[in-house]
Nanobody, 126 residues
């Protein structure tokens, strides 16, 4: 059973930073694509960052480019999302996700991942 557990969310002022972590149990992240999605109230879930299974390719939504960075620590079996220069519009529940088959393509659609974390709330005040 694959379980993903996010942490690191919270309340921060605009312009501040947060680092989200996603720890996996039951399986390694190594060899699998990983993604971070977010969902704000009344909006669809959107991918903000994704990493290919090799780690060589990364995707960022236009709204977060230059501010967010996705990374992975294989030794700790943990994926991170470093978020800088946060804006009130970044307020959402953030989810990490991964696929069920190794060497899958990078996952940027919300229908693609198989496994999801429970989400962590990020609130940015103005």
């Amino acid at each position: 059973q694959v379980q993903l557990v996010e942490s690191g969310g919270g309340l921060v002022q605009a312009g501040g930073s947060l680092r989200l972590s996603c720890a996996a149990s039951g399986r390694t992240f190594n060899g699998y694509p990983v993604s971070w999605f977010r969902q704000a109230p009344g909006k669809e879930r959107e991918c903000v960052a994704a990493m290919s299974w090799t780690g060589a390719n990364r995707y960022y939504a236009d709204s977060v480019k230059g501010r967010f960075t996705i990374s992975r620590d294989n030794a700790k079996n943990t994926v991170y999302l470093q978020m800088n220069s946060l804006k009130p519009e970044d307020t959402a529940v953030y989810y990490c996700s991964t696929g069920s088959r190794p060497y899958e393509s990078m996952q940027v659609r919300s229908t693609s991942p198989t496994y999801w974390g429970q989400g962590t709330q990020v609130t940015v005040s103005s």
